[in-house]
């Protein structure tokens, strides 16, 4: 309850800014304890393709993350036009080096590497960003040892912030990417909710956002703050709990919406934030499952 | 368009018993071509553990329905108090066997074997039940070289084998199992269909599946033909279709349900008969897979 009343702002409004720094205080005592305990870093590995300068800021806030938690980070910039091969084999370099615990390549790859023959290449227990499909297969299978997306899984730890239940409720996720919709309905489903997943072929989309308890958006396709809004007031029910993963530009026409909505996240400082915090929770569970103690 | 009109029975009744006739026609004849084109036999391996009757029986049709199409199979038969050590040696054997295309072991397994951990025991282009996590995956994926369950297969086969488009419908799915429920939803997301899944914790579920397009329920919880229908006339949208998974008891009250469905399939013979011939698709999947032609 304390934690609750830390992360609501302004009402109604879950902060993922604010309960991201207490997802980071968390892991960060856990990781003092798990260094005292192995007497040794628990240490990050990033892989970094190319010059696209989104993701180079995505890394860096990831390494800067990292270092507020404790938590040692080396990033490995290759060039663009790196084979697949040649990436295929520095990851299993840090595969068997026993002082790396997680492995993250950043997404995007250039066109002519396969990024699923990259992803399937990490070893599953050091695949801190849940893509492998032995981690994809353990939230299918709701085995709790899996590694889950970190997007998702901050989305997951809002809604359970606020204390509010999940199970049997109306979920509706409007988003079917690997990153966000799949896998979030898939957690969902392990909490007992009822969930649809709809899309941009989707009909009557607002007659099916009107009947959810929770609604979660990920179109992502507004390019400026003038740009119309994809999820307006009249597509949200009363009381309904709203979750935009869209970045930078929220789905959400979060003014008018917030007075209907009986929790409303922000674009930005809401998942986003969430999601490199995520993150560090995944790197701190990787290690363990290494360990043995997961 | 021929193919449809074999099919259907009775008005509005999609036969599974017809469609899988059709199926196996094709198999056996693709079976033909294959043993010319590389002269030698296809070959399924099933293990069956212990003596579970109902397992037995469902081996003893994969293969009576194998030597139709001319596909050789073989039946591994294993005592109940087999270690996991050993099943999984017994599955290593024929991985490496290039004589054996396809590898099912039959469920449920006696509760001292870990049956995930021998599901990713088979090789994944053997695993002809669509169980393991490259196949999940490659489902989840859209990657078309994955082997589907076959259950869900058939489900969407029987949809397309009436014309019926999937893409912008409303497919409600009731049942959540990694047998039918979950990949079932990845195989209508994949066709552009907008998925809500439903299950026991589902509130208000007639609510729900009258809007469903496509309702496909797999309850089974009825254990004789007295019990009453978990589906009723009043669940229906006039003009659904509506796919029966359950058994051997159907969850829907068919004679009522059936006025109102555009298409309906039968407990027996609609849903099972499907589930067999895919399989032998996916073990013709398999070959060709191995074979580097697909």
Known sequence: MTEQLEIIKDGNVISGRRLAKIVKAEVKSEVEKLKEQFNEPIRLATFLVG????????????????????IDSINIELPEDITEKELYDRIMELNNDPSVHGILVQLPLPDHINEHRIIRAIKPEKDVDG????????????????IPPATPAGVIRMIKAVNEPIEGKRAVIVNRSIIVGKPLALLLLNENATVTICHSRTRNLPEITRQA??????IGRRKSKEDPYYITADMVKEGAIVIDVASPYGDVDFKNVKPKAKYITPVPGGVGPMTVAMLLTNVVKAYKIQKGIE
């Open 51 to 70: 010059e696209n300068p989104a993701s180079k800021l995505y890394v860096s806030m990831k390494h800067k993350a990292c270092a507020e938690v404790g």
């Open 213 to 218: 308890d929770i609604l979660i958006t990920g």
């Open 131 to 146: 893509f492998h499909p032995f981690n994809v297969y353990a939230i299918y299978t709701k085995d709790p040892r899996g």
